[in-house]
Protein backbone atom coordinates (compact mmCIF):
# COMPACT_ATOMS: atom_id res chain seq x y z
CA UNK A 1 0.00 0.00 0.00
CA UNK A 2 1.24 3.43 -0.80
CA UNK A 3 0.23 6.39 1.91
CA UNK A 4 -2.35 7.35 0.02
CA UNK A 5 -4.12 3.83 0.55
CA UNK A 6 -3.91 2.72 -3.11
CA UNK A 7 -2.94 -0.81 -3.73
CA UNK A 8 -0.15 -1.00 -6.73
CA UNK A 9 -0.53 -4.37 -8.05
CA UNK A 10 2.48 -5.99 -9.05
CA UNK A 11 1.39 -6.25 -12.84
CA UNK A 12 1.56 -2.12 -12.55
CA UNK A 13 4.87 -2.05 -10.31
CA UNK A 14 7.06 -3.89 -13.31
CA UNK A 15 5.52 -2.17 -16.40
CA UNK A 16 2.39 -4.08 -17.42
CA UNK A 17 1.68 -5.89 -20.55
CA UNK A 18 4.91 -4.82 -22.12
CA UNK A 19 7.12 -5.74 -19.27
CA UNK A 20 5.30 -9.32 -18.97
CA UNK A 21 5.50 -9.87 -22.55
CA UNK A 22 9.27 -9.11 -22.48
CA UNK A 23 9.95 -11.02 -19.24
CA UNK A 24 8.08 -14.41 -20.93
CA UNK A 25 10.13 -13.77 -23.97
CA UNK A 26 13.04 -13.80 -22.44
CA UNK A 27 12.81 -16.54 -19.90
CA UNK A 28 11.99 -18.98 -23.08
CA UNK A 29 14.65 -17.50 -24.78
CA UNK A 30 16.90 -18.72 -21.96
CA UNK A 31 15.35 -21.76 -21.69
CA UNK A 32 16.17 -22.71 -25.39
CA UNK A 33 19.67 -21.66 -24.85
CA UNK A 34 20.92 -22.22 -21.59
CA UNK A 35 23.00 -26.00 -20.89
CA UNK A 36 21.49 -25.76 -17.38
CA UNK A 37 18.09 -25.65 -18.70
CA UNK A 38 18.15 -28.40 -21.29
CA UNK A 39 16.43 -31.00 -19.07
CA UNK A 40 13.46 -28.40 -18.53
CA UNK A 41 13.42 -27.31 -22.13
CA UNK A 42 13.20 -30.57 -22.92
CA UNK A 43 9.59 -30.98 -20.66
CA UNK A 44 8.16 -28.48 -23.61
CA UNK A 45 7.12 -28.72 -27.21
CA UNK A 46 9.59 -28.25 -29.99
CA UNK A 47 7.62 -24.39 -31.35
CA UNK A 48 7.45 -22.64 -27.62
CA UNK A 49 4.96 -20.03 -29.10
CA UNK A 50 1.73 -21.55 -27.86
CA UNK A 51 3.08 -21.53 -24.13
CA UNK A 52 4.83 -18.43 -24.45
CA UNK A 53 1.52 -17.17 -24.80
CA UNK A 54 -0.17 -19.00 -22.04
CA UNK A 55 2.30 -18.11 -19.46
CA UNK A 56 2.34 -14.26 -20.57
CA UNK A 57 -1.72 -14.62 -19.89
CA UNK A 58 -1.04 -16.35 -16.80
CA UNK A 59 1.32 -14.04 -15.54
CA UNK A 60 -0.62 -10.83 -16.50
CA UNK A 61 -3.47 -12.11 -14.33
CA UNK A 62 -1.20 -13.85 -11.83
CA UNK A 63 0.64 -10.16 -11.12
CA UNK A 64 -2.73 -8.38 -10.57
CA UNK A 65 -3.40 -7.36 -14.12
CA UNK A 66 -6.25 -8.37 -16.21
CA UNK A 67 -7.50 -11.68 -16.45
CA UNK A 68 -6.57 -13.10 -19.77
CA UNK A 69 -6.36 -16.60 -18.15
CA UNK A 70 -8.97 -18.10 -16.24
CA UNK A 71 -11.61 -17.20 -18.68
CA UNK A 72 -9.93 -19.57 -21.22
CA UNK A 73 -8.31 -21.93 -18.83
CA UNK A 74 -10.83 -21.66 -16.08
CA UNK A 75 -8.56 -22.41 -12.44
CA UNK A 76 -4.92 -22.63 -13.31
CA UNK A 77 -4.64 -25.70 -10.96
CA UNK A 78 -1.03 -25.70 -11.65
CA UNK A 79 -0.07 -28.53 -9.85
CA UNK A 80 -2.06 -30.59 -11.46
CA UNK A 81 -1.69 -29.35 -14.85
CA UNK A 82 2.48 -30.64 -14.01
CA UNK A 83 1.75 -33.72 -12.93
CA UNK A 84 3.30 -35.40 -15.92
CA UNK A 85 6.03 -33.97 -15.57
CA UNK A 86 8.99 -34.84 -12.99
CA UNK A 87 9.80 -31.74 -11.12
CA UNK A 88 11.83 -32.04 -8.16
CA UNK A 89 14.61 -29.55 -6.63
CA UNK A 90 17.30 -29.65 -9.95
CA UNK A 91 13.93 -29.15 -12.61
CA UNK A 92 12.47 -26.27 -10.24
CA UNK A 93 16.26 -24.59 -10.19
CA UNK A 94 16.83 -24.52 -13.87
CA UNK A 95 13.30 -22.82 -13.63
CA UNK A 96 14.06 -20.53 -11.52
CA UNK A 97 17.79 -19.73 -13.26
CA UNK A 98 15.89 -18.70 -16.21
CA UNK A 99 13.02 -16.63 -14.33
CA UNK A 100 15.67 -15.10 -12.75
CA UNK A 101 17.64 -14.25 -15.47
CA UNK A 102 14.99 -12.54 -17.15
CA UNK A 103 13.72 -10.37 -14.51
CA UNK A 104 17.30 -9.08 -13.97
CA UNK A 105 16.93 -7.83 -17.79
CA UNK A 106 13.74 -6.49 -17.75
CA UNK A 107 11.99 -5.40 -14.48
CA UNK A 108 14.16 -2.43 -13.90
CA UNK A 109 12.54 -1.37 -10.03
CA UNK A 110 14.87 -3.27 -7.77
CA UNK A 111 12.18 -3.69 -5.08
CA UNK A 112 9.15 -4.61 -7.26
CA UNK A 113 11.95 -7.37 -8.81
CA UNK A 114 12.92 -8.33 -5.34
CA UNK A 115 9.15 -8.93 -4.41
CA UNK A 116 8.02 -10.75 -7.75
CA UNK A 117 11.08 -12.76 -6.75
CA UNK A 118 10.05 -14.07 -3.57
CA UNK A 119 6.54 -14.93 -4.95
CA UNK A 120 7.59 -16.40 -7.93
CA UNK A 121 10.50 -18.53 -5.88
CA UNK A 122 7.46 -20.07 -3.64
CA UNK A 123 5.04 -20.42 -6.35
CA UNK A 124 8.19 -22.59 -8.36
CA UNK A 125 8.85 -24.37 -5.15
CA UNK A 126 5.33 -25.74 -4.60
CA UNK A 127 5.34 -26.97 -7.99
CA UNK A 128 7.77 -29.73 -7.19
CA UNK A 129 6.25 -32.98 -6.86
CA UNK A 130 9.18 -35.48 -6.83
CA UNK A 131 12.00 -35.77 -4.25
Known amino acids: MTDSGVTISMFERIGGSAAIDLLVDRFYDRMETLPEAKTIRA ?52 WLLCMRGAMEETVTDGAARQDLDHAISGLADWMRNRQ
Not at 43 to 50: I, P, Q, S, Y
Not at 53 to 82: A, I, M, N, S
Open 43 to 94: MHADDLGLIRDVLKRYLTEWTGGPKLYTPEKGHPRLRQRHLGFAIGDAERDA
